[in-house]
């Protein structure tokens, strides 16, 4: 596998991986998959080019630009409410107006092409909040999260105009299963 390192404007390096062969093909989608590494790419061929996202945990804080998504994997208990609050900024320090989209929506689903299980909207699960308007909060009943039987999961947020869709984050949700209902 060849690892080429691509200089960019903003000083952060992108990396470009090509494989040579099906297997290393097929570590390169893995790591698309996994959410390691921001795909710019959206089909994995022979080679991909990654770059590295701006995730701050502990604030719950994501950062994306116009061509990356910003990653961040969460743990959801199944059979209890959840809350977690999103902050958005595009770029660094810069908060995203959350109410110029006409549309916010998260999908939770087994995969990334099947149809979701959980899908939250604006006044149904998602509420635009904070100083900046770039807060939003997430929550999910305990009704919604007993939906979800799997270890795990993927989500995206989508943000629309009527003239544009922009999707700002997406991960994994890794489920704590319960015994009690």
């Keep these: 596998m060849q690892v080429i390192k691509v200089p960019t404007a903003n000083g952060i390096d992108d990396i470009k991986l090509i494989g040579e062969n099906e297997l290393e093909r097929q570590f390169i989608k893995q790591l698309a ?3 390691t590494l921001s795909c710019i790419s959206r089909e994995v061929a022979d080679s991909v080019m990654f770059r590295p996202i701006s995730v701050t945990p502990e604030l719950s804080s994501y950062v994306s630009t116009k061509n990356s998504i910003a990653k ?17 900024e595009v770029p660094v320090g ?4 959350l109410t110029q989209y006409s549309a916010i929506i998260l999908q939770v689903k087994h995969s990334k092409s099947a149809p979701p299980i959980i899908e939250l909207a604006l006044g149904s699960g998602l509420v635009i ?3 900046g308007l770039n807060f939003l909060k997430v929550s999910m009943t305990a009704s919604q999260t007993k939906l979800l039987t799997c270890e795990s999961y993927y989500y995206d947020v989508l943000t629309a105009k009527p003239s544009s869709n922009v999707y700002h984050l997406e991960g ?5 299963n319960t015994g009690t209902r």
Aim: proline share 3%.
């Design 72 to 88: 961040y994997d969460f743990i959801v208990r199944q059979n209890e409410d959840f809350i977690r609050d999103l902050k958005f």
């Design 94 to 97: 810069t908060p995203l107006d």
């Design 172 to 176: 994994k949700i890794t489920v704590k």
């Design 129 to 131: 909040s904070g100083i």
């Design 33 to 35: 998959e996994a959410g």
